[in-house]
């Protein structure tokens, strides 16, 4: 697998990690007035972290892109617990769903860029 093709793929996931999350948070804040300011909090969060996705995938950034999805898969993890704990599937299913596409898409990045690295020539 081409080094390009592990990033595009793992770019794409944290690229769409992130909107999913400042969505989420965005929608709380229009549909939900008596918890406006705690979605406040998740959308000031949450759509930093999608620009900086973005830029990261727009410039190649391989060791942002990495860094980003490591952080949004570990905050895609928290937000799991959050719908275990309120017992709601679908706000569990859907953040473990990304968690898992986001760290195997990671770990699929950095092995290619090992692998391409240590080959000579």
């Given at each position: 697998m081409s080094t390009k093709f592990?990033?595009?793929v793992c770019a794409t996931i944290t690229c769409v990690?992130?909107?999913v999350s400042a969505a989420f948070s965005l929608a709380m804040v229009i549909g939900q007035p008596?918890?406006?300011i705690a979605a406040m909090?998740?959308?000031?969060?949450?759509?930093?972290?999608?620009?900086?996705?973005?830029?990261?995938?727009?410039?190649?950034?391989?060791?942002?892109?990495t860094v980003l999805a490591l952080l949004l898969g570990s905050i895609q993890i928290c937000d799991a617990?959050?719908?275990?704990?309120?017992?709601d599937v679908m706000k569990t299913i859907g953040p473990v769903t990304l968690t898992v596409l986001t760290i195997l898409s990671v770990i699929i990045l950095v092995?290619?860029?090992r692998q391409n690295s240590s080959v000579p020539g």
């Open positions: 592990a990033f595009c990690n992130a909107p008596a918890v406006q909090y998740g959308v000031a969060r949450s759509v930093p972290l999608a620009i900086a996705a973005l830029i990261a995938f727009a410039i190649r950034s391989r060791s942002g892109v617990l959050v719908g275990w704990f309120s017992h092995r290619t860029i």
